[in-house]
C-alpha cells in the first residue's frame, strides 16, 4: 500500500522518502505522530496530505523497521 504513495526522488530532500506530490519527509510525519500530534491535525496543517498518506508513512516506517537488524558488538 506504502509503495503507492511514498517515493524517494534524489532531486528532493536529498533522497529522503517523501509523501509523492509533496516535499514532506516521511519521517516528518512520523515525528509529528510521535509528538502527539493527531491525523486530524496533522491533515488541517498539511492539507496536501491525506489520511491515506499518513497510513502510508507508518506503514512504510514499520516496514523499515521490520528489515533493520541489529548486532550488538563486543559483550
Known amino acids: 500500500m506504502w509503495k503507492e504513495r511514498i517515493v524517494l526522488d534524489p532531486e528532493v530532500l536529498t533522497g529522503k522518502p517523501i509523501v509523492k506530490g509533496t ?11 510521535a509528538q502527539g500530534w493527531s491525523r486530524e491535525q496533522i491533515l488541517e496543517n498539511y492539507p496536501g496530505l491525506t489520511d491515506q498518506d499518513i497510513q502510508a508513512c507508518l506503514a512504510y516506517a514499520s516496514e ?5 537488524k541489529i548486532f550488538p558488538v563486543g559483550a
Do not use: N
Open 64 to 68: 523499515v523497521l521490520h528489515l533493520q
Open 23 to 33: 516535499r514532506l519527509a516521511v519521517e516528518f510525519v512520523i515525528d509529528l505522530l
